[in-house]
């Protein structure tokens, strides 16, 4: 791992110079305040409205939407470019680059999360009181939700060196992540009937499914515990695991590239 801070420094600084991450700023900041104000003049609960700006569908919207966008720029961008092979033939592990460039782009997100706890802020200068557990705890399993789709958008852009492709690929990867809870209910609804001879054996085999699926729904994670404020141990766990299995495999991806030419 000896250079994956060198690549964080580069990849960090790289991403403040570029005016695009300005306009992704921009943007992004604006629309979460007009979300928050209608939040708050539509139901005219602070509270709700703060949890409506933090975790509502804008979130899970901006989930997908920012990591696939960064994951575009710092993998498939720079293949296009060339810059990429450059960086990859360098004396560091093709680990430690993606583990740096990871780390940018989460660095990146995390700052951009930050922002939202001024809401919280503005409402307890007002005479508010804002459940600042719940806060944080949001905060942080934004943060972890980032890392995750990070990973799986930077794996999912190593199958192309067009950047817009590379977008699409990784966002179609993290809706499919965070889908794969319902469409499993679906697809058992279909074929269940076909798994088992029993009623035994079919609850057995459904159980054994929806354990697999639960084991990979971020969703259900994020809200069962950042959401109320309560740092479980486990739900950390949970998504640095598949992090880091994600940031495996798109280094190997990485390399099995090269290896091709």
């Avoid at 000896?2 to 110079?17: D, M, T």
């Avoid at 939040?39 to 997908?64: E, H, I, K, P, R």
């Avoid at 680990?95 to 307890?124: C, E, H, N, P, R």
């Amino acid at each position: 791992m000896i250079g994956a801070g060198v690549v964080f420094q580069r990849e960090f600084a790289g991403l403040f110079r570029a005016p695009f991450t300005w306009v992704v700023l921009l943007v992004v900041l604006l629309l979460n305040g007009l979300l928050f104000n209608g939040y708050l003049t539509a139901s005219g609960n602070v509270s709700g409205a703060l949890d409506g700006a933090l975790t509502g569908f804008s979130f899970w919207v901006w989930m997908v939407f920012l990591p696939a966008l960064l994951a575009m720029r710092l993998v498939a961008e720079e293949s296009r470019s060339g810059t990429l092979e450059y960086l990859l033939t360098a004396p560091v592990s093709d680990l430690a680059v993606v583990t740096g460039k990871w780390l940018a782009a989460l660095a990146f997100l995390a700052v951009l999360g930050a922002s939202s706890l001024s809401y919280a802020g503005m409402i307890q200068a007002v005479g508010g009181q804002p459940d600042w557990p719940a806060v944080m705890g949001t905060w942080v399993g934004t943060v972890l939700v980032a890392a995750l789709f990070v990973a799986i958008g930077m794996l999912a852009s190593t199958f192309t060196s067009t950047p817009l492709l590379a977008a699409f690929l990784s966002m179609v990867a993290c809706v499919s992540w965070l889908l794969v809870p319902l469409l499993a209910e679906q697809a058992l609804g279909y074929v269940l009937p076909f798994l088992g001879e029993t009623a035994e054996a079919r609850a057995s085999i459904l159980a054994a499914i929806r354990g697999v699926t639960a084991n990979m729904d971020a969703f259900g994670h994020f809200q069962r515990s950042f959401r109320i404020g309560v740092l479980d141990s486990s739900e950390v766990v949970f998504f640095l695991t598949w992090t880091a299995l994600f940031l495996f495999l798109t280094a190997r991806s990485l390399e099995a590239r090269r290896w091709r030419g």
